[in-house]
């Protein structure tokens, strides 16, 4: 695409002539050689810019939060989130839904996320193999972040969606599940193809199962059993476990391999941890696009939208504006956390998703650790390392 004024045609081979090619950069490039530097030019085109065949884009941090918290911005409409997973997930799940249903159900589910639950969650997941882990590195031994996220991860996405203690292979076979769906999704993707959507129930219609079974035994020491207390149907919960399986497991997994990249990139081994996730957070950018369907007629900016528009929040644009990673660096109002939403769609699932990371983070950057070795993945909808060795410094 060349646009006037812009400097030329953008593409994965004149980004990495123009950039200083960080591992950041590589990591977007290994995972969307083609749609990361559109992603990028689109950047360069305004704040809100129509494109024929795409929708209408925003890359201003401000404009996406004000898209967020109107309600004529909906999930459900086409070109949203709805045509993507309602075929495999149904109906009624928070990820396609709007309104007082949306509204409804999130308050059932909003007690199973509150700060003690999900911190008392975590610690019972996790307190034995993070200490596994805290004694590997202690030892000086070289550990594979991206190989112990999928474990930990797997691990707490299994207790959330009914199952009880499970073995290492178990956790990691589940993680592997969610990752073959997420992977048929790419940032161009609108719906996915009969033979995608056929995979997908069988992985989540074997997760609702799962589910069910724990939300039958009704053991309120269960997510599931807590579920069912709270006033949640059987297929709500059912719905729930899929979307949570969905969503629950690639963000923190990823996440936690480029935070200790980017600290260690930077020189950086001293610094408040929640602000060094905060300020990584905005860097990678968990959810790079967002996407929603226009209600009724509605300007965007100077763009004005049509009913049944899409509009394409690029929250990665949005993000990126604000400079270099800089964990001394504060987040204005209209930037923050932007990355996990905004208004009634903010996800519910962020406390969860914040205690895994704090976890994790506070073992393995207990002292100076250094990157032995790392390597971009590919094929991947959220740009993630396929290994990241790392050791006690």
């Known amino acids: ?20 090619m960080s591992p950041e950069t590589r990591l977007h490039l290994a995972a969307h050689p083609f749609a990361y530097p559109l992603m990028r030019l689109l950047a360069r085109l305004g704040p809100v810019v129509r494109v024929p065949g795409l929708g209408v884009v925003v890359n201003d941090a401000a404009t996406a939060r004000r898209v967020l918290m109107d309600g004529r911005f909906r999930k459900d409409g086409p070109g949203s989130p709805g045509d993507l997973w309602t075929p495999v997930l149904g109906p009624s799940v928070l990820l396609n839904m709007e309104g007082e249903p949306h509204a409804a159900l999130r308050a059932k589910l909003a007690p199973l996320f509150t700060p003690s639950s ?18 590997r590195l202690a030892k000086g031994d070289t550990v594979d972040l991206v190989d112990e ?3 930990l991860a797997g691990a707490v996405i299994c207790r959330a969606v009914g199952l009880g203690e499970v073995s290492a292979a178990r956790a990691r076979r589940l993680f592997a599940d969610g990752e073959r769906v997420v992977s048929m999704v790419s940032l161009r993707t609108r719906r ?22 724990a939300y039958d035994a009704g053991d309120p020491a269960t997510v599931m059993g807590r579920m069912r207390e709270l006033g949640l149907s059987a297929a709500e919960a059912r719905g729930a476990a899929g979307a949570f399986f969905l969503t629950g497991t690639e963000t923190v997994a990823t996440f936690v391999p480029r935070l200790v990249a980017l600290l260690h990139d930077h020189d950086i081994s001293d610094v408040d941890l929640d602000r060094a996730i905060e300020e990584a957070m905005r860097v990678t950018t968990p959810t790079p696009v967002m996407l ?37 660096r504060p987040h204005p109002p209209e930037l923050r956390r932007l990355w996990f939403g905004a208004g009634p769609h903010f996800c519910i699932g962020y406390p969860l998703a914040l205690a895994e990371i704090r976890a994790v983070a506070r073992v393995v950057l207990e002292r100076p650790v250094e990157v032995v070795s790392r390597r971009a993945a590919r094929g991947v909808l959220l740009p993630t390392y396929e290994r990241l060795l790392v050791r006690a410094a």
């Open 118 to 135: 999900v911190a008392a969650l975590v610690a019972d997941v996790l307190a034995e193999p993070l200490e596994e882990l805290r004694v």
């Open 1 to 20: 695409m060349n646009v006037p004024n812009a400097g030329g045609p953008l593409n994965a081979r004149s980004l990495r002539a123009r950039t200083s």
């Open 149 to 151: 996220m999928r474990l």
């Open 292 to 328: 929603r369907s226009v209600a009724r007629p509605v300007r965007v900016g100077r763009v004005l939208a049509s009913p049944g528009d899409r509009v394409v929040i690029v929250t990665h644009n949005c993000a990126r504006a604000y400079g270099p990673f800089d964990p001394s």
């Open 192 to 213: 996915l193809s009969p033979r995608q959507a056929a995979v997908a129930r069988e992985v989540l219609d074997g997760i609702g199962d799962i589910a069910q079974a």
